[in-house]
T-cell receptor
Framework: SAVISQKPSRDICQRGTSLTIQCQVDSQVTMMFWYRQQPGQSLTLIATANQGSEATYESGFVIDKFPISRPNLTFSTLTVSNMSPEDSSIYLC????????????FGDGTRLSIL | AQSVTQLGSHVSVSEGALVLLRCNYSSSVPPYLFWYVQYPNQGLQLLLKYTSAATLVKGINGFEAEFKKSETSFHLTKPSAHMSDAAEYFCAVTASGNTPLVFGKGTRLSVIA
């Protein structure tokens, strides 16, 4: 199974700043996904990142606020832009593939607090 | 569209008692179903998965789940709860390994000594 590393593991940021979260997978994967987990809540999909194409965003999430890069088959970044306290959440990266019946594995997440 | 309903946001059991966490799903295509566990301040760990093979799925840490198509259920069980099982449990559904997961709201399991 794929091992997923996320950096940073946590951060405290000032309102109005931006933070880029990195997600590294130890093997080539087809799809990578970014989720948000707000305090005490379940996971909500932000976007799907496929290598070589623009990320696909879910309703309520926009590229200007959450730009995503997927430069190769093992790496992706998510930027949280112009942060406000409402962005305080855990952001999790997951990956699946190369075969369609393999489950998604998750990184440990990035715990983000906005002051 | 797919969805997951987890009955009971909080379940409390005594150590050594049966653990039963309920999950019902809705899917227009044959589903792939998963249970994940999240310990405090950690990410999600896969407990077990159903991907159209055996309907009784055994996972890690003594957990198992049974896929019942007629009941659209995928309940998680463990015969004897341990203190270390206290965590948040999420049921999730997807159409394939390459599509996003749809999560239930989660069930917090407490184990009482």
């Amino acid at each position: 199974s794929a091992v997923i590393s996320q950096k940073p593991s946590r951060d405290i940021c000032q309102r109005g700043t931006s933070l880029t979260i990195q997600c590294q997978v130890d093997s080539q994967v087809t799809m990578m996904f970014w989720y948000r987990q707000q305090p005490g809540q379940s996971l909500t999909l932000i976007a799907t990142a496929n290598q070589g194409s623009e990320a696909t965003y879910e309703s309520g999430f926009v590229i200007d606020k959450f730009p995503i890069s997927r430069p190769n088959l093992t790496f992706s970044t998510l930027t949280v832009s112009n942060m406000s306290p409402e962005d305080s959440s855990i952001y999790l990266c997951s990956a699946s593939g190369p075969t369609s019946n393999q489950p998604q594995h998750f990184g440990d997440g990035t715990r983000l607090s906005i002051l | 569209a797919q969805s997951v309903t987890q009955l009971g946001s909080h379940v409390s059991v005594s150590e050594g008692a049966l653990v039963l966490l309920r999950c019902n799903y809705s899917s227009s295509v044959p589903p792939y179903l998963f249970w994940y566990v999240q310990y405090p301040n950690q990410g999600l760990q896969l407990l077990l998965k159903y991907t159209s093979a055996a309907t009784l799925v055994k996972g890690i840490n003594g957990f198992e789940a049974e896929f019942k198509k007629s009941e659209t259920s995928f309940h998680l069980t463990k015969p004897s709860a341990h203190m270390s099982d206290a965590a948040e449990y999420f049921c999730a559904v997807t159409a394939s390994g390459n599509t996003p997961l749809v999560f239930g709201k989660g069930t917090r399991l407490s184990v009482i000594a």
